[in-house]
């Protein structure tokens, strides 16, 4: 394991963080005999994360049980050996997210949190809410100055100019985002983090970009000898201000595969750099004049209609086979909330306001309704919350 400095909070911390959103489980569907299986399991895997040497754990109150688990899961293996951020919602007013903190600091069983994290700022409202005279953030402070919490930092699935100008206020140490090597609307976001100073984690880095710890053949192939997880992280980890990736793992084995992501000198390799441009080339070559650059240019629509991340699905199915992963985000449009913006394909009115806005020319609707035909599926609900 390695570590780096995480922004402005200053801490030491170690590039892999553990995300604690996948140990949760529903209590009152489990038997008691259940419930012991799911808390060792639980505590298991916080005691391989620390014997990894990963030393944070990212948790939240929107998490299930999670914040209880991992309190289990300190108690047993020491909270010394971890830094700990949990997340309060943005919307929750000052009096109730004080209360939040008091219950967090109970289920986590520590006297105070290393990091406390505005969780989603993804909207305006939600920005003016958390930072407005009675929001969340003066209960944060207040904690700050009580010593109950040592920093605030906040999460995000919001457009990138509202992450920046979140970043300029100068009230956050840290930022937790997305970013790959397929999407990389956040570039400018990082850079602007690096420059105040603020440290980055990665959110979903295994699952959003595609599924990439059960990558599809085509991808495998087009990487090789590259295992596409790996290359995705190291192409992460070698980026200027990204600190820490977040690992959803569910039990102790899931930490494996991440693993070789440590080893490589500090830039890629030629071998690495190789494999990024060729899996770059393959989606170029895939779908030749109706590759979407995920520009967002297009948008808004008048219908919201989620136009770049219905055609980024639309790349991915059909550069790389991956239709399963995009069957699994697009039935999750219009359920995610603000979490997961925008409506599904069918929705397009054929207005045409689009048009005129996209660089590559894009006959957006026809792509829109065919892309409908690829993904429609089941609806879905959002992992957690
Ligand atoms: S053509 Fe469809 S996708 Fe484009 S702006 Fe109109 S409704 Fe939205
Ligand atoms: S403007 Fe065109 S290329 Fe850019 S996101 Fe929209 S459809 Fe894709």
């Not at 140990?23 to 489990?30: G, R, V």
Request: with cysteine; proline share 5%.
């Amino acid at each position: 394991m390695y570590y780096r400095r995480y922004g402005r909070t200053n801490l030491t911390i170690s590039v892999l963080t553990f995300g604690a959103m996948r140990i949760p489980f529903d209590e009152s569907a489990c038997s008691a005999q259940e419930r012991a299986a799911k808390e060792a399991n639980a505590v298991a895997t916080i005691r391989r994360a620390a014997e990894l040497g990963i030393n944070h754990i990212d948790t939240a109150r929107g998490y299930g049980n999670s914040e209880r688990l991992v309190g289990l899961g300190l108690n047993e293996v020491g909270r010394e050996k971890f830094y700990i951020t949990t997340k309060i919602g943005a919307p929750a007013p000052r009096d109730e997210a004080l209360r939040f903190i008091d219950e967090a600091l109970k289920k986590l069983g520590v006297d105070y949190i290393d990091i406390l994290d505005v969780h989603g700022i993804n909207t305006r409202e939600k920005f003016d809410a958390a930072l407005g005279k009675n929001g969340c953030l003066k209960a944060i402070q207040a904690a700050m100055d009580a010593g109950t919490v040592r920093h605030a930092a906040f999460s995000t699935h919001g457009e990138p100019s509202l992450i920046q100008e979140t970043i300029n206020t100068g009230l956050f140490s840290a930022v937790s985002l997305h970013h790959f090597i397929t999407h990389r609307r956040n570039a400018r976001t990082v850079a602007l983090a690096r420059e105040k100073d603020v440290g980055v984690l990665v959110l979903s880095p295994t699952e959003k970009p595609g599924m990439l710890a059960q990558p599809t053949a085509r991808l495998v192939d087009v990487c090789a000898p590259v295992a596409p997880l790996v290359l995705s992280h190291r192409w992460l980890l070698t980026q200027p201000g990204i600190t820490t990736l977040a690992i959803g793992a569910a039990d102790p084995s899931q930490f494996d595969a991440h693993l070789p992501a440590l080893d490589g000198p500090p830039e890629l390799t030629k071998e690495e750099r190789d494999a990024v441009s060729r899996w770059e080339q393959a989606e170029r070559k895939a779908l030749g004049d109706t590759r979407c650059t995920v520009c967002y240019k297009c948008m808004p629509c008048p219908e919201d209609v989620a136009i770049p991340e219905i055609l980024r699905l639309r790349n991915l199915g059909i550069a790389f086979d991956m239709t399963a992963f995009g069957k699994m985000r697009y039935n999750l449009l219009e359920s995610g909330g603000d979490w997961f913006p925008g409506k599904k394909a069918d929705k397009c009115t054929r207005c045409g306001a689009c048009l005129p806005r996209c660089p590559e020319d894009l006959a957006i609707p026809d792509l829109l309704e065919e892309t409908h035909e690829l993904l429609l599926g089941e609806k879905r609900s959002r992992l957690w919350g």
